[in-house]
């Protein structure tokens, strides 16, 4: 939706105030269908008393970045913002690029529906979670919660397995691989994770083993010989 120039509207609600409202909002894409519907009708005719009631909170709202407490193509518990983010509940779940009415709300659709899976399943919901198959594919008594969602790449040589994990603050990243004698290699890259993975790589011989859906995961993290317990402690830094 485009305005220029000084128009008036047609309702009491000053021009001013309607184009603060399209300002703040993509130009009333960001705005749900209903209330889209009524700033256009504002432009070029008269609203009711209701309606003007309703302009008046989304000028406030907007304005203040508080419309995403509105739910998203009205699907309760999926909001998104003036900025373009958008939440579930309380969850950051990434942002938001419009693109059209009807493919919008299919991905809103799609992206509600997989965050009530990962509840029912009492996962937490990320935007990590969200795109990966491997996560989404796990039964909900899977022993590797911890490893789903901090795992960064599973590297083979032959028949061993070394594992690479980002820490809580996903800054560094830590490679664990069960060596022969039972025991298990722990170390924290310095710096660069990227540089650390590559140096790996290219010193040591091993290789990157894509994943792309959970039984493929479960695989190697069992052929790796780790347990949940030591990834666990290795990621408490223990």
Known sequence: MVVDGEKRTGSVIPYKKIKTILDHSEGGRA??????LLVRKALHDTVSHDGEDVLEWLHESVTRGTYRKEFFWGIEH????????LFWKE???GRFMLVNDEQDEKTAQRVAARCRELEAKGFPISSRALLSQEIMQAPADTPWKQ???????FLTKDDRV???????????MVMLERQSNGEVLCSMSQGDASQALQKVLDNEGFECA????????????EKSGL???DIERALAGK
Do not use: Q, S
Not at 31 to 36: G, W
Not at 78 to 83: C, E, F, I, S, V
Not at 162 to 172: D, E, L
């Open 31 to 36: 705005l749900l269908e209903p209330h889209r």
């Open 78 to 85: 999926l909001t998104r913002d003036a900025k373009g983010l």
């Open 91 to 93: 969850h950051l779940i």
């Open 147 to 153: 490893a789903l969602y901090t795992y960064a790449m």
């Open 162 to 172: 070394r594992v690479a994990f980002w820490t809580k603050a996903g800054k560094a």
């Open 210 to 221: 894509y994943v792309n859906d959970y039984a493929a995961f479960e695989r190697l993290i």
């Open 227 to 229: 347990t949940p317990e």
